[in-house]
């Protein structure tokens, strides 16, 4: 999404088109990264429950993950999840 | 043309608004603002005018209530005074960033400590950076008249920014003054239906005051000061305007006998008249004193003022709140930065006065003059001091 000039916003910031805010990666905050050990993990979804972003979501074979396009890292799950199946690994 | 009258300026300015077909208004009362508040309220209560009167628990839900008003599409209303105002703060830059064309009316007053509900500038003056237009007034007339006046500056598509009129308390509020008041009509001619730029509606969500971070908020920021800057061109359109309607013109800065003045001072507010007073007195000893009022405070007119003092050898500023550790009053300093690059421009001077309602009288001004007057080596240049302070 290219950024816009201080000439093309609109009056008071106004945002006409609803929903836009998922256009937001909020990804690119991200300092840290959970890793799921599927080993460990019991598919109890708290990960789930408590992600401030909305953005874990269940695969099909009952296991989680994130959407690195939104995920803020913010390291919520992983210090959640008591059968400590999160890992926070810090990004390249 | 309207019939000359007497009243209470706050009523008066209340009535004034009740003419603009405002949709709401949340006003806490605070003195010296209360009667505004209580005659708006009145003016509801009895029927006169079909608005909304929200009794809000502070000037902090003032201020947010006028804000969710106007991002719905009404024409909303405030005024407050001094620790109200303060208690505004945190909100006013995001009525104007949110581009919501609000108006409010500030009753002036010293901030507390310690407290004192008496008139100067230090309300406004700590307001200064939110975003807003600021305009100050003289008289009765100029409060009434801008009191209207501000809704069209502000809805302007081209503004879109809030407006705050500063009415010196007490001095001025209090004072039953005699003005003309526009009919009805004249101002349902003058003052077009309110036409917002978005509105919160169920049917067709927009969202307002959204979270912005580091890659578009100094785009912002700038966005904001070429608005506010270029709400001057109308500004003086609008004033314009006012004028062929009513015969009344303004402009962001005023002049008395300046034109041949060596040594100018400059006022903000009711002071402009005693000041006036002072000049006639000096001007009947052979003094060439003269009298610039900024009536404009913010979008600073620096074309304005720098043509206003160019010629004057002296000039003397005057200052109705202070910048604890700083340079000088708020106006001295704006003016000095105004006049930096300037090849001429006379030598300025800085007097504190009238701070927590302490009386001026002409004299006090014609001391001024005369202390100015006897500096002709310029050693009092360049700093400030409260005037007429006990040592």
Known sequence: MALKSWRELPTGCVVFEPGSASEYHTGSWRSQRPVWNNQKCIKCGICYVFCPEGCVQQGEDGFFQADMDYCKGCGICAHECWPRAIAMIEEG | MAKRIGMEVAVAVAEAVGLCDIDMAAVYPITPQSHIAEHLSDLVADGKIDAEFVTVESEHSAMSAVIGASGAGARSYTATSSQGLMYMHELLPIASAMRLPITMAIANRAVSGPLNILNDHSDIMPQRDSGWISIFVENAQEAIDMSIIAFKIAENKDVMLPVNINIDGFQLTHMVEPFEMPTQEEVRNFLPPFVPHATLHPAKPVTMGAFAMSDYFPEIMKAKDEALKNSKKIILEVWDEWAKMFGRAYKPVETYKAEDAEVLMLTMGSMGETAQMAIDELRAKGVKAGLVKL????????????????????????????????????????????????????????????????????GDFVGMFERVLADTANKEVDTYEFWGVRE
Do not use: C, H, M
Not at chain 2, 328 to 334: A, I, Q, W, Y
Not at chain 2, 343 to 360: C, K, N, S, T
């Open chain 2, 295 to 362: 009536r404009l405070w913010r979008p600073f007119p620096f074309a304005e003022i720098k043509a206003a003092v160019k010629n004057a050898k002296k000039l003397i500023v005057t200052d109705r709140a202070v910048s604890f550790g700083g340079p000088g009053g708020p106006v001295f300093s704006e003016v000095k930065s105004a006049l930096y690059a300037e090849a001429q421009r006379p030598v300025i001077y800085d007097y504190i006065y009238g701070l927590g309602g302490r009386d001026v009288p002409v």
